[in-house]
């Protein structure tokens, strides 16, 4: 069956990195745009990033993460990827990888940044 499994989350201070995954699993990943979205306590989900399939695209970011975040895949290892640099509080949320014209969703990562 599909799986999307995310990592990486954590509790980070302010102006710190993190990396997080998600292996993919039950579907031809290559083949589809993933996404990674994010819902903070009290708000809405939002997209973070999108990252096109093999057939070709662009890749988008949200603008609050622009030239912080970069968003990338490992097609021969089913796994996308979500870089976080120079992050702040207002990143503090969790983190969804997901399929969007499938509609797959992982059960999500915690990300804390925090002094």
């Known amino acids: 069956q599909v799986q999307l499994v995310e990592s990486g989350g954590g509790l980070v201070q302010p102006g710190g990195s993190l990396r997080l995954s998600c292996a993919a699993s039950g579907f031809t990943f290559s083949l589809y745009v993933m996404s990674w979205y994010r819902q903070a306590p009290g708000k809405e989900r939002e997209l973070v990033a999108s990252i096109p399939s093999v057939l070709g695209g662009n890749t988008i970011y949200a603008d609050s993460v622009k030239g912080r975040f970069t968003i990338s895949r490992d097609n021969a290892k089913n796994t996308l990827y979500l870089q976080m640099n120079s992050l702040k509080p207002e990143d503090t949320a969790v983190y969804y990888c997901?399929?969007?014209?499938?509609?797959?969703w992982g059960q999500g990562t915690q990300v804390t940044v925090s002094s």
């Open positions: 997901v399929t969007p014209t499938r509609g797959y």
